[in-house]
């Protein structure tokens, strides 16, 4: 009798979109083997900002999304184009700047002061400028305290993702909002400080969103299977095991 070797096997591929903070900080490359292992499914993904994942949607270019901009991820599934809504994982923004910090945000009051200071004109803001979740974030933010930056002096649209929005603030010494697991991947190459973190407007949920397969021929029960990971024991602990500099920039949400 001849013996065969096991050979692992794949249902159907299941196409993801997801965000490009995700990639920066080193989580998806991480993540990405152990679901494919554990679901029994290989996983095409696609890397994008937040605003260009919900447009893959709306075309039914993938099955489903990892993103983190909750207003466009609700209206998203308000219309019909995903069946929910799933939060699984959040960390947090942060700002940062020059060391110096010409406009004086480290220690202020609150977010609404911070905001109004960055409007002196002292130092340049850089905005990633790209409909990323971390991009609409920031409008909101700006939005949220009356302001409305485009146009200014001090104000700069990179239209870059966050890695190397980071890096363009780092060069010319200019203040950004950054993501928790990129900066922290990335922040030994920076010139820039930490210098604003502590604030709920600066939570920074992931959300599952699954494709409605009314709208589009999908692969549900690979997309059930990818959702139901994030919310297993297995997906909890593999995310808290995560660690940047013995950091843990990510924390997993139950919402089962």
Not at 177 to 199: F, I, M, P, Q, R
Request: proline letters at 4%.
């Amino acid at each position: 009798m001849i013996s065969l070797p096991t050979v692992q096997c794949h249902a159907e591929t299941l196409r993801l979109a997801t965000t490009t903070t995700l990639h920066n900080s080193g989580l998806l490359d991480y993540l990405l083997p152990k679901i494919e292992n554990d679901i029994q499914t290989k996983i095409d993904h696609k890397v994008t900002a937040t605003g260009q994942a919900l447009r893959l949607g709306k075309l039914g270019e993938v099955d489903v999304l990892l993103v983190h901009a909750p207003a466009a991820e609700r209206k998203f599934v308000r219309e019909g184009w995903g069946i929910g809504r799933y939060p699984v994982m959040k960390n947090n923004f942060l700002l940062v700047g020059p060391q110096d910090d010409p406009v004086q945000i480290k220690g202020a009051k609150n977010l609404s002061s911070v905001f109004l200071k960055f409007t002196s004109g002292k130092a340049t803001f850089v905005s990633r400028g790209d409909q990323s979740g971390t991009h609409k974030k920031e409008v909101y933010l700006w939005n949220k305290h009356a302001l409305f930056p485009v146009g200014a002096s001090w104000y700069y649209e990179a239209g870059q993702n966050m890695k190397k929005t980071l890096a363009y603030a780092s060069k010319v010494g200019a203040y950004t909002l950054v993501d928790k697991g990129t900066w922290l991947a990335h922040k030994a190459s920076s010139t820039l400080a930490e210098l604003y973190t502590d604030d709920p407007d600066l939570i920074n949920v992931y959300s599952v969103i699954l494709i409605n397969s009314e709208r589009h021929h999908i692969n549900i029960k690979e997309s059930s299977d990818f959702l139901d990971w994030f919310l297993s024991d297995r997906g909890r602990q593999v995310i808290s095991e995560f660690k940047i500099e013995n950091q843990m920039p990510f924390e997993s949400i139950s919402s089962r």
